[in-house]
């Protein structure tokens, strides 16, 4: 079966901070896809990364970076010198050849002036 | 870029109706369409994957005859929520797979719907 797991409910850090959001997932499949997505108060959801199974390599956009280890099936996402802006609730989810994503509970996470 | 249009955003009825809520790939066609459920504070949940031209298939402990998915079309998928109850109250999101194999998902904004 397939899961992915964001341990953390809620952080809170003070703008200007760094913050990571942890994603750990399962499956027995070789091949699959990891993504994060933003969901901002109002809703929607805002894709920010997706990364194949057998692509390892880090990711950096801007303040946004992403760790990708097999070795210990996670995906997580950091934020440096977090903005108020990125006050949302943030989704890890997985999704495997029959394209159908599973989504982690998601981290909501505040950002405070 | 690809664009998902959800319509409506947000929509409120009384127990015992009925409600339909559209999903529209503008720009590309989509083959394939899910739709998902996120309750207050909580993930989202697949309820469905709908496929142009033949019946959707739904996802464990989904009603089917309650919510009701049709994809004419390569661009259009609706959900009709039947007999809503304010238990179906929720936010109901749908997204859209480009032809390629697996391409990001687009989603739609999502529509909120509340049963008094």
């Known amino acids: 079966a397939q899961k992915v797991t964001q341990a953390q409910t809620e952080i809170s850090v003070v703008e200007k901070e760094d913050v990571t959001l942890d994603c750990v997932y399962e499956?027995?499949?070789?091949?699959?896809?990891l993504f994060w997505y933003k969901q901002p108060p109002s809703g929607e959801l805002v894709f920010l990364i997706r990364?194949?199974?057998?692509?390892?390599q880090n990711e950096i956009s801007g303040r946004y970076s992403w760790n990708f280890q097999k070795s210990t099936s996670s995906f997580n996402f950091t934020i440096t010198a977090s903005q108020v802006v990125d006050s949302a609730v943030y989704f890890c989810a997985l999704s495997l050849r029959d394209d159908k994503i599973i989504f982690g509970k998601g981290t909501r996470l505040h950002i405070l002036p | 870029g690809a664009v998902v249009s959800q319509h409506p955003s947000w929509v409120i009825c009384k127990s015992g109706t009925s409600v339909k809520i559209e999903c529209r790939s503008l720009?590309?066609?989509?083959?394939?369409m899910f739709w998902y459920r996120q309750f207050p504070k909580q993930s989202l949940m697949l309820m469905a994957t709908s496929n142009e031209g033949s019946k959707a298939t739904y996802e464990q402990g989904v009603e089917k005859d309650k919510f009701l998915i049709n994809h004419a079309s390569l661009t259009l998928s609706t959900l009709t929520v039947t007999s809503a109850h304010p238990e179906d109250s929720s936010f109901y999101i749908c997204?859209?797979?480009?032809?390629?194999?697996?391409?990001?998902?687009?989603f739609g904004n999502g529509t909120r719907l509340t049963v008094t």
């Open positions: 997204s859209a797979l480009l032809s390629s194999y697996n391409s990001p998902l687009h």
């Open positions: 990364r194949n199974s057998f692509d390892e």
């Open positions: 720009d590309f066609q989509a083959t394939t």
């Open positions: 499956t027995r499949d070789t091949t699959y896809y």
